[in-house]
């Protein structure tokens, strides 16, 4: 009878775990939801401060409830509770404030905020407990990333329970229309344990005294470093007006190495720290700011309003869990001595030029900060065109096209209609054995790819509305459609350029180049990228591309008209010279030709005309390459890196700029899936972006989240319409307060909701239940007849038993339930793994040990060019 009660009980624990599996984040948001507190929605409903994202991430919206400060210098708190018990760890973090309102925000984590209320002012204080700050912002500063396998840990036991932002609002006067603001930030969590756990050390000064008219004053921090090792990936530096210049170093053995040094006028970001730097026990970490007491007439101090100053330097690292700390601090200067030995460019101001940053409150005129851009030269705009500056992307999380079974998605277009066209290579995969060493494909013998090649998908389902391109194209690459809705296509091993009817691609209206043969005369091409055609005189502008450096003109009729660029020389790139040409957009607004100069990491710009350079765009947030350009009518720039290489940091992520002065406004990476190789981008003029992989044979859509909902509300009145049954909220303006009758109908269907929900919970429990308590009923009955015939042996044999049902679940030897010797007894099963799905029509992604990259991640040294031929 023990054996019986002892494998009951395990059957009872597997039905509890089973019913506990149940509880996903979108329980988790439903149960937030009506637990939260009731927020203003004239920002975003309470329902849109949670989002699912996948049964064990959620996006976590921070967001002032809709305010309207009155005075300036005001520093306004509010807080939101996580909306888990258990530990969860931040991510990510994406900002959503403007300069022109925010002088900055602080986003702290704690477990007892001064207030309940919606909003308080935070002259009150933050945090009852200890607080530690997790984000900082300031200057229209771009997203924070984490490394790989780092968050920032909150909830469990001793995490924080609440999270409390901090919004410093300096000049109030953007706010005469009584506009209310909703600025904040969005989290990125997950409850998946991470390797390596993020933390803050702030180093401040606190007591320095600036006197007025002094040219340079310096402010010193120093503190030993006396705990477990730490890994320091991110800076951010953080003065008011009168800072100059502001460097944080570490001190071991007399040696000073930097970890960043930036202007506090530039934005005030987290920039990467460019060498990986370890601290540890023993080692000193010292700061400096610099600062200028000139145009003014009276000593300044430390403090909390915009009069006042500020040196703060912030580190982010990482350590190892098991050790880690989240926050620590440095106030003092340990030893003011050592400061005499201190690199020189610490006493360096940054010379920040007048209009790269909004200096000083009051002024609202378009931010033109050049954090590290080289242009060259910038062409004249109308003064009336001014570009959002504080203009967000994001991923349409609920977009069902990443599903699509792709081969290597090479390019991306979008129709006169704005559907969404994909190029992809079906089940041919550009390798290291693609190409000969004199760039002849080798794989002929396969024939072209038999499936479509070419995509045509709706915007909003991704239903493929069209496909086509069967046994045509043996490596697609570059693609671009026309105001007519022909379709403009590169093939690298055909080393051609087609033009196609979007009706009747089988027969092309116009080819350029030589099928299958390489070449750099007017009449071959080597493996060419990318195509382009002129709208206003239809000609045609080619890439070439991977073993030419240069780009081809062509008339609208196919006729050779010129070609400029040359292979890049020994030492920095010059203009006009190119390491794979990869990428084209046409920017109609400016009558030019942008390339994505991809082995150069840059972007080079040239007059349609004449193809005379105009000016070059390079970050060094861009890293070594930029894979694809895109331009937006209207003034913006997107575009895609490639992956890092072993020992860099810089992230694979895309960018969005400001066309005129090259000023990177956003960056922006998917939530589902990560980029490994975005290989193409296009983007629409209303900012949606559709970005390709070509090792995740994937597509995103991204988009503003203003055009879903409007974060700053100055007309009355909002209207709430249910996207999707999680009851996401998508709020847009309208003229028109929300009816009762309509309020009301919202109120119903939500309970009508809820039911439903209820049902299908009570449903899958009864399902769980019924087979196990038939089960226990035959367990039962047969132990009651083995009573009744083996009398009180009967316990035993049955528990000695194989051949009975219990017996067989616990398989040879075994005192308890083993599944995986249940399951390995049946016919056809491995423990090998699930075999791979069969995916026609898609590529296999490459494996993380495999050592045989694509050749369009590892270029080659390539061989000399091709010579002309006749």
Known sequence: ????????????????????????????????????????????????????????????????????????DTYLCMSLRLPVEEEAYVVDFKPHAS???????????????????????????????????????????????LPNGVGFKVGGEKGSKYFVLQVHYGDVSAFKDKHKDCSGVTLHLTNQKQPMIAGMYLMMSVDTVIPPGEKAVNADIACHYKMYPMHLFAYRVHTHHLGKVVSGYRVRDGQWTLIGRQSPQLPQAFYPVENPIEIKYGDTLAARCVFTGEGRSSETFIGGTASDEM?????????????????????????????????????????????????????????????????????????????????????????????????????????????????????????????????????????????????????????????????????????????????????????????????????????????????????????????????????????????????????????????????????????????????????????????????NGRIQCFKLETG???????????????FAVSYAPGGLLFAVNGKPYPGDIVPVQAFVMNFSTGEIIDTFIPLRKKFEMPHDIVASEDRTVYVGDAHTNAVWKFTSPEKMEHRSVKKAGIEVQEIKAETVIEARLTNKPMSKELLKKEEKHHVVQQASTGVSFVLITTLLIIPIVIFLAIAIFIQWRKTRIYGADAEHKLDSSSGGILGKFRGKGSGGLNLGNFFASRAGYSRKGFDRLSTEGSDQEKDEDDTTDSEEEDVAPQPPAIPPSS
């Open 1 to 72: 009878m023990a054996g019986l009660v002892n494998n009951l009980l395990i059957l009872f624990l597997i039905f509890q775990n089973s019913c506990l599996a149940f509880r996903s984040p979108l329980s988790v948001f439903k149960r937030y939801k009506d637990a939260a507190k009731s927020h203003s929605n004239e920002c975003l409903g309470s329902n849109r401060q949670l989002v699912p994202l996948s049964l064990s991430d959620f996006a976590l919206d921070i967001r002032m409830p809709g305010v309207t400060p009155k005075q300036s």
């Open 612 to 626: 005379e350079f105009i000016k070059e765009i390079r970050h060094p947030l861009f890293g070594r390459e930029v």
């Open 311 to 599: 040196c703060n330097f912030y580190i982010m690292y990482y350590m190892e869990a098991k050790h880690a700390v989240s926050y620590m601090t440095c106030t003092r200067n340990i030893n003011p001595e050592m400061f005499k030995s201190i690199p020189q460019e610490a006493n360096i101001p940054i010379p920040v030029k007048p209009d790269m940053t909004m200096m000083g409150h009051g002024h609202h005129e378009e931010t033109k900060s050049r954090d590290a851009i080289s242009v060259m030269q910038q062409p004249k705009r109308d003064e009336e065109e001014v570009l959002d500056q504080d203009l967000n992307i994001e991923e349409v999380v609920d977009w069902p096209g990443i599903s699509l079974k792709l081969g290597q998605v090479s390019g991306l277009a979008l129709d006169p209609n704005s559907n969404l066209v994909i190029f992809h290579r079906g089940d041919h995969v550009w390798d290291a054995n693609s190409f000969d060493s004199g760039y002849i494909y080798q794989p002929k013998e396969l024939g072209p790819i038999k499936e479509s090649t070419i995509l045509v998908l709706d915007p909003n389902s991704s239903a493929v509305l069209h496909s086509t391109g069967r046994n045509l194209f043996y490596l697609p690459h570059g693609l671009s459609i026309d105001n007519n809705g022909n379709y403009w296509v590169t093939d690298v091993a055909l080393h051609q350029v087609f033009k196609l009817a979007s009706h009747a691609v089988e027969s092309p209206l116009l080819s350029l180049g030589r099928a299958l043969q390489p070449g750099s005369d007017k009449n071959h091409f080597c493996q060419p990228t990318d195509v382009a055609v002129d709208s206003v005189t239809g000609n045609i502008y080619v890439s070439d591309g991977y073993c030419n450096s240069r780009i081809v003109q062509f008339s609208q009729n196919g006729m050779f008209v010129m070609q400029w660029g040359e292979e890049t020389s020994v030492g920095q790139a010059k203009p006009g010279q190119f390491s794979i040409p990869h990428s084209l957009t046409l920017v109609s607004d400016f009558g030019q030709l942008c390339v994505a100069d991809r082995e």
């Open 99 to 145: 300069m022109d309102t925010v002088h900055h925000m602080l986003l702290f984590g704690c477990n007892s905020p001064v207030s309940d209320e919606d909003y308080w002012d935070c002259d009150g204080g933050t945090c009852k407990d200890t607080s530690n700050i997790l984000y900082a912002w300031a200057r229209n500063a771009p997203p924070t990333r």
